[in-house]
């Protein structure tokens, strides 16, 4: 299960950001972006989160995932369509197939809250999840 590579990634970068950011107490919520390209099956994604954060910084946060859904453009006729799933990568307004994936294989931490000797804060991320094997 990729899933848990995925997670354990996500925990992995945001404990970095939070040790950068010093005096971080608890981490409240990770949001991602999960494109529908991405070959992320989200539940799986969220029981392995759960399992990831045990004993770090970030037991007992709340994981966020936006899907981003496929968008694909027809090079010939500048079409663009939503590819759904199964993708569809022709182009249903001509039938081409020299088409350029605009949008869906987004795998990124958008967003994260915490805690600090301050009180809560909020930091924006935009970083792509890279999996360590």
Do not use: Y
Not at 7 to 30: I, M, P, W
Not at 50 to 74: D, M
Not at 118 to 131: F, Q
């Amino acid at each position: 299960m990729h899933e848990m590579s995925i997670a354990l990634a996500v925990v992995n970068q945001v404990e970095e950001a939070a040790a950068r950011a010093k005096d971080v107490t608890a981490v409240r919520s990770v949001r991602l972006q999960v494109g529908e390209l991405a070959g992320v099956v989200p539940d799986a994604l969220a029981f392995s989160f759960e399992l990831a954060c045990a004993g770090t910084l970030l037991e007992g946060a709340e994981l966020i995932t936006e899907a981003v859904p496929g968008r694909a453009r027809c090079t010939p006729c500048a079409h663009e369509w939503a590819v759904g799933m199964p993708p569809r990568l022709t182009c249903p307004a001509c039938g081409g197939t020299q088409t350029d994936l605009l949008a869906g294989r987004e795998l990124q931490i958008v967003d994260v809250h915490w805690e600090d000797g301050l009180g809560p804060a909020h930091t924006p991320t935009r970083e792509p999840i890279s999996e360590e094997r």
